[in-house]
Protein backbone atom coordinates (compact mmCIF):
# COMPACT_ATOMS: atom_id res chain seq x y z
CA UNK A 1 0.00 0.00 0.00
CA UNK A 2 1.60 3.33 -0.98
CA UNK A 3 1.18 6.44 1.05
CA UNK A 4 -0.52 9.41 -1.14
CA UNK A 5 0.69 12.74 0.00
CA UNK A 6 -1.90 15.55 0.17
CA UNK A 7 -0.84 19.55 -0.68
CA UNK A 8 -1.51 22.21 1.99
CA UNK A 9 -4.88 23.17 0.25
CA UNK A 10 -6.07 19.69 0.23
CA UNK A 11 -5.41 19.52 3.74
CA UNK A 12 -7.31 23.11 4.55
CA UNK A 13 -9.90 21.92 2.51
CA UNK A 14 -10.19 18.44 4.65
CA UNK A 15 -10.02 20.88 7.83
CA UNK A 16 -12.50 23.23 7.11
CA UNK A 17 -14.77 20.03 5.98
CA UNK A 18 -14.29 18.10 8.80
CA UNK A 19 -14.93 21.60 11.03
CA UNK A 20 -18.16 22.19 9.61
CA UNK A 21 -19.44 18.81 9.88
CA UNK A 22 -19.22 18.75 13.75
CA UNK A 23 -22.03 20.86 15.41
CA UNK A 24 -20.32 21.13 19.12
CA UNK A 25 -17.90 23.48 17.63
CA UNK A 26 -17.98 27.08 16.83
CA UNK A 27 -18.50 31.00 17.53
CA UNK A 28 -22.28 31.04 17.42
CA UNK A 29 -22.31 27.60 20.41
CA UNK A 30 -19.71 29.81 22.63
CA UNK A 31 -21.47 33.14 22.34
CA UNK A 32 -25.16 31.04 23.09
CA UNK A 33 -23.28 29.47 26.12
CA UNK A 34 -22.07 32.09 27.29
CA UNK A 35 -24.91 34.12 27.25
CA UNK A 36 -27.91 31.82 27.77
CA UNK A 37 -28.25 29.39 30.41
CA UNK A 38 -27.21 25.68 30.06
CA UNK A 39 -29.85 23.11 28.80
CA UNK A 40 -32.28 20.74 30.53
CA UNK A 41 -31.52 17.38 29.28
CA UNK A 42 -34.98 16.25 30.57
CA UNK A 43 -36.19 18.90 28.66
CA UNK A 44 -34.07 19.61 25.84
CA UNK A 45 -37.35 21.19 23.77
CA UNK A 46 -37.50 24.09 26.31
CA UNK A 47 -36.50 27.67 25.40
CA UNK A 48 -32.84 28.42 26.88
CA UNK A 49 -33.70 31.61 29.02
CA UNK A 50 -31.04 34.14 29.21
CA UNK A 51 -28.09 34.22 32.57
CA UNK A 52 -29.25 36.67 34.97
CA UNK A 53 -25.83 38.54 34.41
CA UNK A 54 -26.46 39.44 30.75
CA UNK A 55 -30.00 40.37 31.42
CA UNK A 56 -28.62 42.77 34.51
CA UNK A 57 -26.01 43.94 32.51
CA UNK A 58 -28.57 44.88 29.39
CA UNK A 59 -30.80 46.65 31.64
CA UNK A 60 -28.40 49.15 32.88
CA UNK A 61 -26.77 50.11 29.69
CA UNK A 62 -29.93 50.47 28.57
CA UNK A 63 -31.63 52.73 31.39
CA UNK A 64 -27.71 54.75 31.10
CA UNK A 65 -28.27 54.91 27.36
CA UNK A 66 -31.90 56.55 27.98
CA UNK A 67 -30.83 59.09 30.71
CA UNK A 68 -27.84 59.99 28.66
CA UNK A 69 -30.35 60.54 25.65
CA UNK A 70 -32.50 62.31 27.88
CA UNK A 71 -29.95 64.65 29.06
CA UNK A 72 -28.59 65.26 25.79
CA UNK A 73 -31.50 66.24 23.88
CA UNK A 74 -33.24 68.31 26.90
CA UNK A 75 -32.67 71.83 26.31
CA UNK A 76 -33.09 74.16 28.77
CA UNK A 77 -34.49 77.74 27.74
Known sequence: MESEYQTVGQMYERLRLMIRQRNDTGFRLAATGAVLE???PFEPASK??????????????LVL???????????TT
Open 38 to 40: PRN
Open 48 to 61: RRPKSVVSITLILV
Open 65 to 75: ALIFLYFSLHH
